[in-house]
């Protein structure tokens, strides 16, 4: 578990176990939707100094929880954030076009993301990976995080630790 230390000591500035959970089964159903393993050189999810822990693909963010019980993703450009309580931070863009934006959205405990948000993400997502071959961010990339994501074993194991450390 020493491993994941610095995983446990992120976890721990969120408030309950159970939004954690909530965020990451959202993570996982992402990258399960998009078929992305972690070895794919186009994912990259980071563990950062901060404590942040943003999913990158190709060159773009595109999913990171915030200890507010929010998230940031990313969401076509013709998506309307103001609909969905959303708040638009910035555009990703080519050279001349703007193609995606970055959100924060509420994620309150115990609430799923709808389906209008989650759809928005997976089409930005899928238009990344079929532009994309790696992403820039993939030498960053924590396969403890990937693994806590994915793996119920790990994940379990992991929120053990971050309750004994807490107590």
């Known amino acids: 578990m020493e491993k994941y230390n610095k995983l446990i000591q992120a976890l721990s500035e969120f408030e309950s176990e159970v939004w954690i959970n909530q965020y990451f089964d959202l993570a996982k159903k992402l990258l399960t939707d998009l078929?992305?393993?972690?070895?794919?050189?186009?994912?990259?999810?980071?563990?950062?100094k901060d404590g942040s822990m943003p999913i990158n693909i190709g060159q773009r963010y595109v999913l990171k929880p915030f200890?507010?019980?929010?998230?940031g993703c990313i969401v076509p450009t013709a998506f309307n954030v103001e609909l969905v309580g959303g708040e638009c931070n910035y555009y990703f863009s080519t050279k001349t076009t703007n193609d995606a934006k970055w959100?924060?959205?509420?994620?309150?405990?115990?609430?799923?993301?709808?389906e209008i948000i989650y759809k928005g993400i997976l089409s930005s997502c899928q238009e990344i990976l079929n532009k994309s071959k790696k992403?820039?961010?993939?030498?960053?990339?924590?396969?403890?995080?990937?693994?806590?994501?994915?793996?119920?074993?790990?994940?379990?194991d992991v929120l053990k630790q971050l309750k004994t450390m807490l107590a």
């Open 103 to 114: 959100m924060l959205v509420p994620f309150p405990l115990g609430q799923q993301l709808t």
């Open 35 to 48: 078929d992305l393993s972690n070895e794919d050189p186009r994912l990259g999810m980071s563990l950062n």
């Open 135 to 156: 992403s820039s961010f993939r030498k960053h990339h924590s396969s403890e995080i990937y693994d806590f994501t994915m793996l119920p074993e790990v994940r379990k």
């Open 67 to 71: 200890i507010d019980e929010a998230i």
